[in-house]
Nanobody, 111 residues
């Protein structure tokens, strides 16, 4: 059974940092690309960051230079390091691998 479980969300002031984690089991993690999406209330889901099995990273323009996606193949975990957070980064962040989605974790950025 595949499990995708996010953690690390919370309330943070603008300009500060937060790191999200996504623990995965039940798939061939090392050979699977990983994705972080976000979905603000009432809005569509947006792809924020992607990391291929080979280590190629891609980001939506709005987070380039602030967010970093990484993975630890030994721990079957994907991370999203979020720096210089802005109010507009407030959203539910959701991890996805091989079309298996996590439940999401809330990130709220306050002024």
């Amino acid at each position: 059974q595949v499990q995708v479980v996010e953690s690390g969300g919370g309330l943070v002031q603008a300009g500060r940092s937060l790191r999200l984690s996504c623990a995965v089991s039940g798939i061939n993690f090392r050979q699977t690309s990983a994705y972080w999406y976000r979905q603000p209330p009432g809005n569509q889901r947006e792809l924020v960051a992607a990391l291929s099995a080979g280590g190629v990273e891609n980001y939506v323009d709005s987070v380039k230079g602030r967010f970093t996606i990484s993975r630890d193949n030994g721990k079957n975990t994907v991370y999203l390091q979020m720096n210089s957070l802005k109010l507009e980064d407030t959203s539910t962040y959701i991890c996805m691998l091989s079309l298996h989605w996590g439940q999401g974790v809330q990130v709220t950025v306050s002024s």
